[in-house]
């Protein structure tokens, strides 16, 4: 009599120990399914989506590179209007780092290749836009010097203010003025000096003749040429980025 009880018993505990040593098993194919599921729900989700489309420009940020797409940015004019790169695709971009109070800038403003170089080219269709990237309390900061640097210049393009730095850094911008051209299809085609005059005056060029690079680069995107000369060494005072 005893015999069959302790058979029973022995089956029981044999069948105890397999449930045991397959339950981690299930469990782990069963948490796998579970989290497949999950982010395959995730990923379709429209909300994931969403996210995913939001980070991706931050992602692909990167540092300006001849002849690749140029960065995108927003930045505020002296009125506090948002200015979008981006609503400028299709037309000839010039970027000029700014700043009111630099000694070169004023020299080229007044007397140099930037002397009504801006409203020659926006005559033409170019759009020339402005950008100071002094932090406050820096040299050429705020609204109303610019103002008064606008007025004293005569320009009538925008100026841009990149208070945080974060776009000229994009650009690699070093110098006032430093420049940068883009091409129709949005595409970053000459970087540098405004001319190879490095005093500011186009008294002094190198070489005896005065190249005006910015110049140069638009006739020939106009003309359909390629440009002579697509990256020089930019020349002025230091941007004064606060770090």
């Known amino acids: 009599m005893a015999q069959p009880n302790t058979r029973r018993t022995m089956n029981s505990s044999h069948a105890l120990l397999f449930v045991l040593a397959c339950a981690p098993l299930a469990c782990r194919s069963a948490a796998s399914t579970d989290a497949a599921k999950e982010a395959a729900a995730t990923a379709s989700s429209p909300q994931a989506a969403a996210t995913t489309t939001t980070s991706q420009p931050q992602d692909s940020a990167k540092p300006a590179a001849l002849g690749e797409l140029a960065p995108d940015f927003s930045l505020p004019d002296l009125d506090g209007k948002p200015v979008h790169l981006a609503d400028y695709h299709g037309k000839i971009v010039v970027l000029e780092w700014f700043n009111p109070e630099c000694p070169f800038v004023k020299a080229s403003h007044t007397k140099g290749s930037l002397l009504e170089a801006a409203a020659k080219a926006t005559g033409t269709g170019v759009v020339w836009l402005s950008i100071n990237s002094g ?6 900061h705020g609204v109303e010097k610019n103002r008064e640097g606008q007025a004293r210049f005569k320009m009538t393009n925008p100026i841009l203010l990149d208070e945080t730095g974060k776009v000229g850094k994009l650009y690699g911008a070093a ?19 405004i001319d190879n005059s490095p005093d500011g005056e186009g008294d002094s060029p190198t070489g005896g003749t005065l190249i005006r690079y910015v110049d140069q680069a638009i006739s020939a995107l106009t003309g359909g040429k390629p440009i002579a000369t697509a990256d020089t060494e930019a020349y002025g005072c230091s941007v004064k980025y606060a770090h």
Do not use: S
């Open 135 to 140: 932090a406050p309390g820096k040299q050429g």
């Open 175 to 193: 110098h006032t003025p430093h420049m940068y051209v883009i091409n129709a299809e949005g595409k970053l085609v000459y970087r540098g000096a």
